[in-house]
T-cell receptor, first 118, second 114 residues
């Protein structure tokens, strides 16, 4: 079974440019998460989707970040315009059903997209 | 954003030694999770804990949910070179309307010397 797929794996852009990340969750997983992981830190949740609905976007900087999950399957996270402080690894994760993460509702992470803003 | 405090931040140990790390918070959680992350990969769930005082093992790994619900501990026995990686704790607290708070720790970087 394929895991969570993310692309691109690496992206280098200049500040003020737009950038987009794509995520394809595990087949059948209803819940999708986007995280940002700064160097030397743990992941921080940006947005959580249940099917196509964003149920928790309280940590998403809405002035420059946007996300969508059309049809409740794959998702795109966009930054426009990018700033130097946006350099980080952007992780996508998915779980089978809504509700809290557990060993019965495990959250599977993709490999991430490493963004460098120059 | 908020992150849980993990200690130590990093450690070098000899192969075969036991390892202990902990995670503390100022907030109460009703679930604690421990993950391992290797370079270029996302975190992978190791152990999940659901109630205060719970002690759970997964092979050479043992984790405990602190009595105060504000901390958790992870022990690795007889470490081997493939234990190298970054270990993250995560605390979870159910909120209203199906929401929940889900916060990761700052990580413990483990290096094992053969």
């Amino acid at each position: 079974e394929a895991g969570v797929v993310q692309s691109p794996r690496y992206k280098i852009i200049e500040k003020k440019q737009p950038v987009a990340f794509w995520c394809n969750p595990i087949s059948g997983h209803n819940t999708l998460y986007w995280y940002r992981q700064n160097l030397g830190q743990g992941p921080e949740l940006l947005i959580r989707y249940e099917n196509e609905e964003a149920v928790d976007d309280s940590q998403l900087p809405k002035d420059r970040f946007s996300a969508e999950r059309l049809k409740g399957v794959d998702s795109t996270l966009k930054i426009q315009p990018a700033e130097l402080g946006d350099s980080a690894v952007y992780l996508c994760a998915s779980s089978l059903v809504p509700g809290r993460v557990s060993s019965y509702n495990e959250q599977f992470f993709g490999p991430g997209t490493r963004l460098t803003v120059l | 954003g908020q992150q849980l405090n993990q200690s130590p931040q990093s450690m070098f140990i000899q192969e075969g030694e036991d390892v202990s790390m902990n995670c503390t918070s100022s907030s109460i959680f009703n679930t604690w999770l421990w993950y391992k992350q290797e370079p270029g990969e996302g975190p992978v769930l190791l152990i999940a804990l659901y109630k205060a005082g719970e002690l759970t093992s997964n092979g050479r790994l043992t984790a405990q949910f602190g009595i105060t619900r504000k901390d958790s501990f992870l022990n690795i026995s007889a470490s081997i070179p493939s234990d190298v990686g970054i270990y993250f704790c995560a605390g979870q607290l159910a909120g209203t309307s199906g929401t929940y708070k889900y916060i990761f720790g700052t990580g413990t970087r483990l290096k094992v010397l053969a």
